[in-house]
Structure formats: C-alpha cells, structure tokens
C-alpha cells in the first residue's frame, strides 16, 4: 500500500479523511494509525506504542513469516516513505511524538499490561473531569 500510495497522494488522503469524519461521528471509540492523533484531535487520550526496531522487525517477521532481513529492509523502507509523504502531504513528522499523551515501549510490557496501563490512565482523566 505504501508503494502505491507514493504514486497516488489519493490514497493517504481519503483513509486518513475517513478516519477523522467516522471517528466524528461515534462516542467512546478507539481509532488506530500513524496519524491519528493529528487527525482525532479531540480525543479524550492520544496514546502511542512503541517499541525498539528489532523488536517491530522481528514482530513483523513472525507475523508475515518472512526473514528478520526482509523485515527489517521492508519496514525501513516504507517508514522512509511514510516520513516522507506525511511531510509532504500535511507538513507532520510522524516521529514527533509530541501529539501524544501517553508513549508505551510494548516490548516492556504484555499486551494485557498495556490494556491496563490505558485504562488506567482514560480512568483518571474521567475521574478528573467528573471532578472538574
């Protein structure tokens, strides 16, 4: 998709388009992407994980069943593109994780411990704006 998408601008532009006009329209949802703390920006909590580029290789290798190589080469490559059509497109570097209000290493944590890291902390900020 990335290939294609850094021949036709389109692309990009109507997924992130319709993810910002669904997530609009609904109440207590969870949108997902690269973007979408630049385009939900009234979400109730801007969450990003991360982890170390082994780490997502490897992930990315046992889930396409691929070489760790042809992982690594392949993610590199469409990170590369992203950054670049990203900044292109709406001036956003995807790598600044400013936008976010809180940044998870996933490979420091089990998938159930980071559910409830991020309930815990959309608990808080419901608690403190009930209070407020």
Do not use: C
């Not at 850094?6 to 109440?27: F, N, P, S, T, V």
């Not at 979408?36 to 994980?49: E, G, I, M, N, T």
């Not at 469409?78 to 292109?88: A, H, L, T």
């Amino acid at each position: 998709m990335s290939r294609a998408a850094e021949h036709d601008e389109h692309i990009d532009r109507l997924i992130d388009e319709m993810q910002r006009d669904e997530a609009a329209k609904m109440r207590d949802t969870i949108v997902e992407g690269r973007l979408s703390a630049f385009f939900v920006r009234d979400a109730d909590l801007k969450v990003w994980l991360k982890a170390p580029t082994d780490v997502r290789a490897r992930r990315i290798a046992n889930r396409e069943h691929i070489s760790y190589e042809e992982a690594l080469s392949a993610m590199k490559r469409r990170e590369r593109s992203e950054v670049e059509r990203y900044k292109k497109y709406y001036g956003i570097n995807p790598n600044d994780l400013s936008a976010y209000d809180l940044v998870i290493d996933s490979s420091k944590f089990t998938a159930e411990e980071i559910a409830s890291i991020i309930i815990l902390a959309s608990q808080h900020l419901q608690r403190r704006a009930r209070d407020q």
